[in-house]
């Protein structure tokens, strides 16, 4: 079986090959979307996939952003893909999604670092890769079976429940939210400036009022040091005055 890869770029630009596991459409809110591996195994010896919304025509599709309510639905309408995809007969048992067949398809690719994550089996994930019942997106509509849940593989991984298919999701980092940080942080900085200079004014203003205080005191302390050297020598002339006087009674 020839598999589908695209060149996926990491948050450094740094292209990594990447093998496209399956594309639907998630029927209940009509969003595409697409699940692909870099074949990341994790320190529990689950693999590291990666779930990202599609926009365009059949012809041409783009990675894009959704808001966390639409992936939120599209992990569950992926548990419900696997669980079809691990049981016996590969057959879809339900219309929550579509299956869409992106062989022609030309795929824009984004940054693998704003696309939700996820862990699975390494079991799961060939199930999923060679996942393929025959109903497209544009084919005749299918009916739901109605039947109890295909019996699974006896394997412990397997009978897992359909909330056990899933690792939680990791955060996320798109974006939108380092965008949001971004001007949170410039919004933080651009304060903690005014800040600072409205104390550097204040203390400008402080060091200008004791420069003038001192000023002050200092032009005070000349005054008071002439006024000290009048007063001597108005002393001194008044007993330059007191002699004369007192020689002219003797005389």
Not at 7 to 27: S, Y
Not at 116 to 133: A, G, M, V
Not at 171 to 200: F, M, P, R, W
Request: aromatic residues 4%.
């Amino acid at each position: 079986m020839l598999l589908r890869t695209l060149e996926v770029p990491d948050g450094h630009g740094q292209l990594h090959n990447a093998v496209v596991l399956c594309g639907f459409i998630a029927t209940h809110i009509n969003r595409k979307f697409l699940v692909y591996s870099l074949n990341e195994k994790s320190g529990d010896e689950l693999i590291k996939i990666y779930l990202t919304p599609l926009e365009g025509d059949d012809r041409s599709l783009d990675m894009c952003n959704a808001p966390p309510e639409a992936l939120t639905t599209a992990t569950q309408v992926l548990k419900s893909i696997i669980r079809d995809a691990c049981s016996v007969d590969a057959t879809q048992t339900d219309d929550t999604y579509r299956v869409l067949d992106l062989t022609e398809t030309n795929i824009l690719c984004s940054s693998e670092n704003t696309h939700y994550n996820l862990k699975i089996s390494e079991t799961w994930l060939n199930s999923l890769l060679h996942y393929s019942p025959g109903t497209y997106e544009n084919s005749p509509s299918f009916q739901s079976s109605g039947s109890d849940e295909p019996e699974r593989s006896a394997t412990k991984t397997e009978s897992a429940s359909s909330n056990e298919l899933l690792e939680k999701p990791c955060e996320q980092i798109t974006s939108e939210k380092i965008e949001v940080n971004l001007k949170s942080l410039i919004a933080s900085v651009v304060k903690h400036k005014e800040i600072l200079l409205g104390k550097y004014i204040a203390l400008e203003e402080r060091e200008r009022e004791c420069e003038r205080r001192e000023k002050f005191l200092t032009d005070q302390e000349l005054i008071m040091s002439q006024r000290e050297k009048e007063l001597h020598r108005s002393i001194e002339s008044l007993q330059s005055a007191e002699k004369q006087l007192n020689a002219l009674l003797r005389a």
